[in-house]
Structure formats: structure tokens, C-alpha cells
């Protein structure tokens, strides 16, 4: 018989659980992503602005679900190394960021390395799990915009 979970438990925090979670899985991508010198959240603003384009920082910060002044320093790398750049939007109060020609170079290189760090959680958890997990946490960010 299963144990059962008792929610107001210390050990079952949700919190420290998905925490502990993501700093494992974060070690499988980033060294997955290691040979073209990202970190999985680097990556994670690439694939963001390769696929939704030029944004305001503000749209990206929301987007990602960060607060601006962790993505402006996460931005910080990318920035240095050309990879992301930004520029002023209509309004001067506004910064619109987007991927540089080099920048897409790079996400298409790592995309690969992504791909094979993907399959291996795909394949370890199996599709109905992934696809679970997946669903469960986007129940659990919605939770947290209203």
C-alpha cells in the first residue's frame, strides 16, 4: 500500500520538491548544452525569442515568468557575447530585445544538444508521464497568475 502524502508536511513542500526537481533536471540540460557554452536558461531566452520574435523586455519578463531584474541579469551573458541585443521601442521607457543573426546561429547549433538532453527526460519518465508532468505544471503556473 502506497504511503499517503500529508500536504501540510515540511518534506512534502511543493515548493522544495519542484525546486529540487528543477536543479536536477537543470544539471542534465546544461550539460547537455555544455559544448556550446550555454546554460539551459540561456537557452531558454534563445528559444524564446527564436520562436516568438522581437519583444519588450517587460512581455519576455512576463512571458518566462520572471521578475525584469533576473532576465535583465540573465540577459547580461547573451548580451556580451552579441547573441541577444536591444533596443528602444516607441515609448523610451520601453526595451524590446531580440536574437541576433549570431544568436541564431547558436541556438540552431545547440538545438541538437537540447534535443538529446529532451529525449532522455522524455524517455526516462515515458510520453504519458512527460505529458502529465508537462500538464501539471502549467496548472501550477496558472495557479499563480491570478
Known amino acids: ?18 525546486r529540487k526537481a528543477s536543479r536536477a533536471i537543470s544539471q542534465v540540460y546544461d ?3 555544455q559544448p556550446a557554452n550555454l546554460k539551459a536558461t540561456q537557452f531558454t531566452v534563445l528559444a524564446t525569442l527564436s520562436k516568438q520574435g522581437q519583444m519588450p523586455l517587460s512581455k519576455l519578463a512576463d ?15 547573451l548580451l556580451k557575447r552579441k547573441l541577444v541585443a536591444t533596443s528602444p521601442g516607441e515609448d523610451r521607457r520601453i526595451r524590446n530585445v531580440r536574437l541576433t543573426p549570431q544568436g541564431k546561429r547558436l541556438f540552431n547549433q545547440a538545438l541538437p ?4 538532453a529532451q529525449t532522455q527526460m522524455v524517455d526516462g ?13 502549467a496548472v501550477a503556473v ?5
Open 31 to 33: 550539460a547537455a548544452l
Open 142 to 146: 496558472s495557479l499563480t497568475q491570478r
Open 1 to 18: 500500500m502506497k504511503s499517503r502524502l500529508k500536504p501540510l508536511d515540511v518534506s512534502a513542500c511543493t515548493l522544495a520538491n519542484v
Open 113 to 116: 544538444l537540447w534535443r538529446e
Open 63 to 77: 512571458f518566462m515568468v520572471m521578475d525584469r531584474t533576473t532576465l535583465t541579469r540573465n540577459l547580461q551573458p
Open 125 to 137: 519518465l515515458g510520453q504519458e508521464r512527460w505529458a502529465g508532468l508537462l500538464g501539471d505544471l
